[in-house]
């Protein structure tokens, strides 16, 4: 599968939009953009995923730039619950598909 | 059950024992995998079943390591004469097929002494 770049950490104040980014340069074409948080002590949670067309679910949306080449998860208003790692994982769907973690970026949502 | 059940969630051990961790899957899922967290660090991929196969052992740190799973239900993960770099949380996930989107239990946290 192919590697993700993410920034160590970043911060955004609560109510506001979190973009966090992720470079997967060398992605190739049926492998899919994960995004997964893990809160302090708890187990890692999906987010949402997408191959090549924006998408959006209850918890963020996902924009997928025309090449593939990186992405930006989006939290529309940022609360203190949303502080956490987020791993963003490039992942094909073949039949040894495992999803292998980096070390993601931590978000602090601040007051 | 409603999500991925792990058990138990706290347990500690001497050094040299052997333990037994428990993952009940999400009903209907047929891949399960499982990972390892040390404190602080990131989650190392362990093993995954498609059913009750296991085609990717890969991250299985020793022979000490192994796990099973059975009609296509629970899986066990068992470390024998556990060491005190075994300690971890113990994570295992399930997905409706392999290549999905994958679902994660609470964890199991060993600590060996």
């Known amino acids: 599968d192919a590697k993700t770049t993410q920034p160590t950490s970043m911060d955004c104040a609560e109510g506001r939009a979190a973009n966090l980014p992720c470079n997967h340069s060398?992605?190739?074409?049926?492998?899919?953009v994960y995004w997964y948080r893990q809160i302090h002590s708890q187990g890692p949670q999906y987010i949402i995923h997408g191959l090549k067309n924006n998408e959006t679910n209850e918890m963020a949306s996902l924009i997928i730039t025309e090449d593939r080449k990186s992405s930006t998860l989006i939290l529309p208003h940022a609360t203190l619950r949303d502080t956490a790692v987020y791993y963003c994982?490039?992942?094909?769907?073949?039949?040894?598909?495992?999803?292998?973690f980096g070390k993601g970026i931590t978000l602090s949502v601040r007051p | 059950g409603a999500g991925v059940s792990q058990s138990p969630s706290n347990k500690v051990t001497e050094k040299g024992k052997d333990v037994e961790l428990r993952c009940d899957p999400i009903?209907?899922?047929?891949?399960l995998y499982w990972y390892r967290q040390r404190l602080g660090q990131g989650l190392e991929f362990l093993i995954y079943?498609?059913?009750?196969?296991?085609?990717?052992k890969s991250g299985l740190p020793s022979d000490r390591f192994s796990a099973e799973r059975t009609g296509e239900s629970v899986s066990t993960l068992t470390i024998q004469r556990t060491q005190q770099e075994d300690s971890a949380v113990y994570l295992c996930?399930?997905?409706?097929?392999?290549?999905?989107?994958?679902?994660f239990g609470q964890g199991t946290r060993l600590t060996v002494v």
């Open positions: 009903s209907g899922h047929t891949a």
């Open positions: 996930a399930s997905s409706q097929v392999v290549g999905r989107e994958a679902f």
């Open positions: 994982i490039v992942r094909s769907t073949g039949a040894n598909s495992k999803l292998t």
């Open positions: 079943f498609q059913g009750n196969s296991a085609p990717d």
């Open positions: 060398t992605i190739s074409g049926n492998e899919y």
